[in-house]
């Protein structure tokens, strides 16, 4: 069983930064792939950017360049730094993990994530 809890969502200017953490439990967690999907009002849910348990990340190319996920496994969390914030960032933000071995093979499809967290609210004003 993987727990996963957002946080670090708020407000923020058009071009500023946020950074969002996903605190993880769970002793499976080093052979999980760990990915950032969001959802705006009224779209589909986004994949965002993912890391798989060796370390590759996957962007999606709107976020390309401008955010950056890592995790920290000694502390068992999984950030989001993201720069250059634009107003279509908006969005609720979840954490998800799924295993290596099916997350892994389509990193930014939410279909291979068994576990998510509740979500973090980011809004960015212009």
């Known amino acids: 069983q993987v727990q996963l809890v957002e946080s670090g969502g708020g407000s923020a200017q058009a071009g500023g930064s946020l950074r969002l953490s996903c605190a993880t439990s769970?002793?499976?967690?080093?052979?999980?792939?760990m990915g950032w999907f969001r959802q705006a009002p009224g779209k589909g849910r986004e994949g965002v950017a993912a890391i798989d348990s060796d370390g590759i990340t996957t962007y999606a190319d709107s976020v390309k360049g401008r955010f950056t996920i890592s995790k920290d496994n000694t502390e068992h969390t999984l950030y989001l730094q993201m720069n250059t914030l634009k107003p279509e960032d908006t969005a609720m933000y979840y954490c998800a993990a799924g295993p290596q071995e099916w997350a892994a093979i389509q990193p930014l499809r939410d279909l291979y994530y068994n576990y998510w967290g509740q979500g973090t609210q980011v809004t960015v004003s212009s």
């Open positions: 769970g002793s499976t967690y080093g052979r999980y792939c």
